[in-house]
Structure formats: structure tokens, C-alpha cells
């Protein structure tokens, strides 16, 4: 898929765990995980607006549109 | 529970049908008048033996072929229903054996009544012998498209909600 998320690199920068993350934006491991690996087919605009809360970013700074050659 | 023990009533019931039809087409080889009152044989077809022995294998091969694919059919709606959770239906597992019972008994169509039809043509032509071209089959091919349909809904529906599994 074009569109490549970048949670992993946002959380390494606010030194964040995934466990942490998880219950600051209160969604289940699982769930973030199938987010973190862009296996995730769509996005729910609250989960984006709690993950930018919690790791304090904008939407931009966690999904990247790269064209596929 | 109730409708896999009748799928496989259904199934038992079609491979004993299957069994004595070739027990016929075995045993009218070897004795005529015992195979003439075995289980479900067809006088009509049998009379064709007199005439014509090609005709009459052929005849027999068709029906077996039918008994043998109704037994399958059964078979494989047994097996979907073994695999099926009323708690999580939408399965790819699921979907796969409607999409076959669909082909199959489009099969089940093809011998009973295409393939049918065009031997009684045939045996006409060649023996002059009038066979009823009664045989019921013509309901498998609705039958099939009914169940081909479900199955592709199916797929949808599979579709669908490996979406909503994924949406974050």
C-alpha cells in the first residue's frame, strides 16, 4: 500500500512504548500492532486524534504517501 | 445437528443408490434376469440392452454419474456445515465449499439433463427407440445459480468484514 505509517518512528522519538501508547490512546495491543505493521486498512479520524494527543504530533507526522513504482 | 445428520443421510442414501446402479450395470454383464430385479433398475434403459450395448452403458454410465455427484453433493454440504460456527459464518473455508456445491451441482444439471437429452437425440436417431426425456434435473441448474449467488454474497461479506477488522 502507498500509504506507509510511521507510529514506530513517532514513538521512538517520544521514547514511548507500545504498552504506553496503548493506554493513552485506549486501544488494545493488538489494534496498535496491526497499525504499527500497516497492515490496517483504515484509519478512524478519533484513533488518529487520540494517537496525535498522546504522542503530541501532527497526522502527517505518522502517515507518509509514497508512490508505488 | 439435525441438518448434518440429514446431509449425511442425504449422502449415504446417494452412494447406496450410486452402489446398486453399478451393481446393475456389473451384474447385466454377467446375469441378465438377476440384474433385471436388482434395487432401482430401469426397465426402460434396461430394454435398451437388447438393442444396442453401447447405448445402454452409456445410459447407465449418465445415471451413475448423477447418483455419484447427488452423493458428493451431499458429502460436501455435510462438510460445510461440520466446518460452519453460527458464531463467526463468514470464513473463507465457508465460502469455498458454497462456491463447489455450486459447481457441483451445476454438474449434477450438465448429466442429468443436458447431457441426457442429447443421448435420448442420439438414441432416437440411431435405434429409433423414445425414451421420456422426463428425467427431472432442469431445477439443479436453478438451484446452482441460487447457491453461486449466496456464495459470492458471501465472499462480500468476508470482504467486508475483514475490513471492519482492520479499521483502526
Known amino acids: 500500500m502507498p500509504i506507509i505509517v510511521n507510529l514506530d518512528v513517532m514513538m521512538a522519538k517520544r521514547k514511548m512504548s507500545l504498552n504506553e501508547l496503548s493506554e493513552k490512546v485506549g486501544l488494545t495491543l493488538a489494534n496498535l ?9 483504515a484509519v ?6 487520540a ?19 | 445437528m439435525g441438518s448434518k445428520f440429514l446431509a449425511l443421510l ?5 452412494s447406496i443408490l450410486c452402489g446398486s446402479q453399478i451393481l446393475t450395470l456389473v451384474a447385466s454383464f454377467i446375469n441378465a434376469d438377476w440384474a433385471m430385479r436388482t434395487y432401482e433398475v430401469d426397465l426402460n434403459i434396461f430394454s ?9 452403458v452409456f445410459a447407465m454410465c449418465l445415471i451413475i454419474a448423477v447418483s455419484a455427484l447427488k452423493a458428493f453433493v451431499w458429502y460436501v454440504v455435510f462438510a460445510l456445515l461440520v466446518k460452519l460456527k453460527m458464531q463467526t459464518p463468514f470464513s473463507m473455508e465457508v465460502q469455498r465449499r ?3 456445491i455450486a459447481f457441483l451441482l451445476l454438474s449434477v444439471w450438465l448429466f442429468s ?12 436417431k ?28 458471501f465472499k462480500r461479506g468476508i470482504e467486508i468484514q475483514e475490513e471492519n477488522q482492520l479499521t483502526v
Open chain 2, 113 to 124: 439433463s443436458f447431457f441426457w437429452k442429447i443421448y435420448i437425440y442420439y438414441l432416437a
Open chain 2, 98 to 100: 458454497l462456491e463447489r
Open chain 2, 48 to 56: 435398451i440392452r437388447e438393442h444396442n450395448i453401447t447405448y445402454y
Open chain 1, 44 to 49: 478512524r479520524f478519533s484513533t488518529l486524534e
Open chain 2, 126 to 153: 440411431d435405434t429409433g427407440i423414445q425414451l421420456p426425456a422426463n428425467r427431472s434435473g432442469d431445477e439443479y441448474l436453478f438451484i446452482a445459480a441460487i447457491v453461486y449467488i449466496v456464495s459470492q454474497i
Open chain 1, 33 to 41: 500492532s496491526i497499525l504499527k505493521t500497516g497492515k490496517a486498512k
Open chain 2, 10 to 14: 442425504g449422502a449415504i442414501w446417494y
Open chain 1, 51 to 69: 494517537i496525535c494527543e498522546a504522542l503530541d504530533c501532527q497526522p502527517a507526522d505518522i502517515l507518509e504517501y509514497k508512490k508505488e513504482e
